[in-house]
């Protein structure tokens, strides 16, 4: 495994750092965390440097080796942290009352085209951003990835049950196998638009994805 080599490798404490009496928080773990997602978001990950990162947030080096012993594990930490939030966020859009599964899952792709749009994804799609990068670099990294979008397909699973349930959706394949397909086609999507500056990738994904569901008009 390919091991990235910058000024995040000299990853151990100095002996100064081991005794110092600095008192660290979690608002300072999750702080850095932040901004690391956030300049990482736009920047990718092999092009950013711990001193860049560490001056945006104000911390002092010996702050981040606190938390994270390596620029990997703080990668892994990185994209614990946005998992986190985005299934949290995808329980509540795929959760609203009063609504047929069909349109919660319409709004989540709404959402999706709306915070992953070519011209401000910082931090917002990480996935999309780093997922062929430190797959390559990283196999912590890259197993946190799989995790998380492993979580992603579940939940839209879950929801096209639910939408066949319901009567508002009627997929031709079984809705694992819909779920699998619909992520793969709008991380395709969004990667396109990157490429293309514009959302017509993103149109033909929204058209895809009602065909691919059957859904009730």
């Known amino acids: 495994m390919q091991k990235v080599v910058d000024d995040w490798s000299t990853s151990l404490y100095s002996p100064h750092m081991a005794t110092a009496n600095i008192t660290e928080s979690a608002d300072t773990r999750d702080n850095i965390i932040a901004v690391g997602q956030r300049i990482i978001g736009a920047k990718g990950f092999s092009a950013v440097g711990l001193n860049e990162i560490l001056s945006a947030a104000g911390v002092p080096k010996g702050s981040f080796y606190h938390y994270f012993g390596s620029k990997d594990a703080f990668g892994v930490a990185m994209l614990e942290s946005?998992?986190?939030?985005?299934?949290?966020?995808?329980?509540?859009?795929?959760?609203?009352?009063?609504?047929?599964?069909?349109?919660?899952?319409?709004?989540?792709?709404?959402?999706?085209?709306?915070?992953?749009?070519?011209?401000?994804?910082?931090?917002?799609?990480?996935?999309?951003?780093?997922?062929?990068?430190?797959?390559?670099?990283?196999?912590?990294?890259?197993?946190?990835?799989?995790?998380?979008?492993?979580?992603?397909?579940?939940?839209?699973?879950?929801?096209?049950?639910?939408?066949?349930?319901?009567?508002?959706?009627?997929?031709?394949?079984?809705p694992a196998v819909v779920a699998e397909s619909l992520y793969q086609l709008w991380l395709g999507a969004s990667v396109m638009v990157k490429i293309v500056r514009n959302k017509r990738p993103f149109e033909s994904a929204m058209v895809l994805t009602r065909q691919m569901l059957n859904a009730a008009s």
């Open 82 to 174: 946005y998992f986190d939030d985005y299934l949290a966020n995808m329980d509540e859009t795929l959760g609203q009352p009063n609504c047929t599964m069909q349109q919660r899952l319409m709004h989540y792709w709404q959402q999706w085209q709306d915070t992953q749009s070519f011209q401000d994804c910082q931090g917002k799609c990480l996935a999309v951003k780093l997922g062929a990068e430190v797959a390559d670099l990283s196999e912590a990294m890259r197993h946190t990835l799989e995790k998380g979008t492993a979580g992603i397909v579940a939940r839209l699973t879950d929801a096209i049950e639910a939408g066949v349930a319901d009567g508002s959706l009627r997929p031709e394949e079984t």
